[in-house]
């Protein structure tokens, strides 16, 4: 059991825009900003996002991220079949004093 | 070009013990912190263990906190994690992260390819 929630899967047709969800608890997300990876399959996890909203160098800006409360989230927008991969969320644990990650959401492009 | 390699697949039986490394090139590897992230297949990610920069601080998942130990030597360039008392469970791919800075709450901006460790008898 992950001490992040997020959705198993979650789905969109090209050119659509999906969002992913990350619900945690005030000892993590509620103070901490929150880290989203990637994971093309077969690949190893690529950071997305970084300090809720920011894009590395070379992350198209098809994605954003957000955070309110104790929950963020991942939107990408303009979908296209390149974009089928698990998504994580992360963040630092006040309590547990370490990060911890969510499942994961599988995004199929239909 | 950051480059973070790790050693090769290994198999392990029940209860033996093992250490895996992970050599880091292109960036100032006494500057960051480092983590272990593992993927047991099929599964998602498991934070293993995180060291700071200077080696001073360490954490790990509770559940791995008796058995598995995280270290550096700043002068190799290189991360390690000794596995004692292996279990079928810690059949995973290990991988060796970077952190973006000297905080062991940042981001992970950089991920090795990782280790496929197997523990079978």
């Known amino acids: 059991q992950s001490v992040l929630t997020q959705p198993p899967s979650v789905s969109g047709a090209p050119r659509q825009r999906v969002t992913i969800s990350c619900s945690g608890s005030s000892s993590n997300i509620g103070n901490n900003a929150v880290n989203w990876y990637q994971q093309l399959p077969g690949k190893a996890p690529k950071l997305l996002i970084y300090y809720d909203d920011l894009l590395p160098s070379g992350v198209s800006d098809r994605v954003s991220g957000s955070r309110f409360g104790t929950s963020a989230s991942l939107a990408i927008s303009g979908l296209q079949s390149a974009d089928e991969a698990d998504y994580y969320c992360a963040t630092w644990d006040d309590s547990l004093k370490r990060q911890v990650f969510g499942g994961g959401t599988k995004l199929t492009v239909l | 070009e950051v480059q973070l390699v790790e050693s090769g697949e290994v198999l392990a039986q029940p209860g033996e013990s093992l250490r895996i490394s992970c050599s880091a090139s292109?960036?100032?590897?006494?500057?960051?912190?480092m983590y272990w992230v593992r993927q047991a297949p099929g599964k998602g990610l498991e934070y293993v263990s995180g060291?700071?920069?200077?080696?001073?601080?360490?954490n790990y998942v509770d559940s791995l906190k008796a058995r598995f130990t995280i270290s550096r030597d700043n002068s190799k360039n290189k991360l390690y994690l000794q596995m004692n008392s292996l279990r079928p469970e810690d059949t995973a791919l290990y991988y060796c992260?970077?952190?973006?800075?000297?905080?062991?709450?940042?981001?992970?901006?950089?991920w090795g390819q990782g280790t496929m460790v197997a523990v079978s008898a």
């Open positions: 060291i700071s920069d200077n080696g001073g601080s360490t």
């Open positions: 992260v970077k952190g973006s800075g000297g905080s062991l709450r940042g981001a992970c901006d950089i």
């Open positions: 292109g960036f100032s590897f006494s500057k960051y912190v």
